[in-house]
């Protein structure tokens, strides 16, 4: 069936380095996505998210790249701050509801 | 910044208790959901609603699930008869444009024993 899923389940990377999480898709029909970030012991937290229309979105330190040929999503976040460990998920926002990657946790070493 | 509030926080029940779930959504959304989370899995979706009804639920929202909105601000989840494997985080959602603009609440961990 359709899913969506993601490539790591854990990344490392050191505080003030740059992390990139990435997701695969497999609904090529899917219009819309979203970053989450989800920290221990609470709900999702929207990060950003992008139309199928756009291959770039930029916020606040954060990038998310959509490859539509290749149906891959990925989460760019820059100078990593120890703030940043959590697990992120990306999801596909399928009408009506979301699907859910598995997520990735990232951990900011100091 | 606007919330999703739920409560409690924790529940601890034992199976075959029923359980009722509750979430104040943003009180200018129209769209409500119930996600849940199994210990170490992904968030699954379990039902929307909207105008007063299930707008789509997922095979996880059996007969054993419902959902109401009793008033004008609180959104609920019941489970009937609780089974272990109902033992995860449940997680309210609300939107305002229904497809888009999700804001999750903190999540019930739910424990049933």
């Known amino acids: 069936g359709e899913s969506v899923g993601l490539h790591l389940p854990t990344l490392s990377v050191q505080e003030g380095d740059n992390s990139i999480i990435n997701c695969a898709y497999s609904n090529s029909a899917s219009d819309y996505f979203i970053w989450y970030k989800q920290e221990s012991g609470k709900g999702p937290q929207f990060i950003i998210d992008?139309?199928?229309?756009?291959d770039k979105r930029q916020g606040q330190r954060v990038t998310v790249l959509l490859n539509k040929t290749v149906k891959h999503l990925s989460l760019q976040i820059a100078a990593t701050q120890p703030g940043d460990s959590a697990v992120y998920f990306c999801?596909?926002?399928?009408?009506?509801?979301?699907?859910f990657g598995k997520g990735t946790k990232l951990s900011v070493k100091p | 910044e606007p919330e999703v509030t739920q409560t409690p926080s924790h529940q601890v029940t034992q199976m075959g208790q029923e359980v009722i779930l509750r979430c104040v959504p943003i009180?200018?959304?129209?769209?409500f959901y119930w996600y849940r989370q199994i210990l170490g899995q992904k968030v699954e979706f379990l039902v929307s609603f909207y105008n007063n009804e299930i707008s789509e639920k997922s095979e996880i929202f059996d007969d054993q699930f419902s959902v109401e909105r009793p008033d004008g601000s609180n959104f609920t989840l019941k489970i009937r008869s609780t089974k272990l494997e109902d033992s995860a985080m449940y997680f309210c959602?609300?939107?305002?444009?229904?497809?888009?603009?999700?804001?999750f609440g903190s999540g019930t961990r739910l424990t049933v024993v």
């Open positions: 959602a609300s939107s305002a444009w229904g497809n888009y603009g999700y804001t």
């Open positions: 992008i139309r199928s229309n756009m």
């Open positions: 999801a596909e926002n399928n009408p009506g509801n979301l699907i």
């Open positions: 009180s200018n959304h129209l769209y």
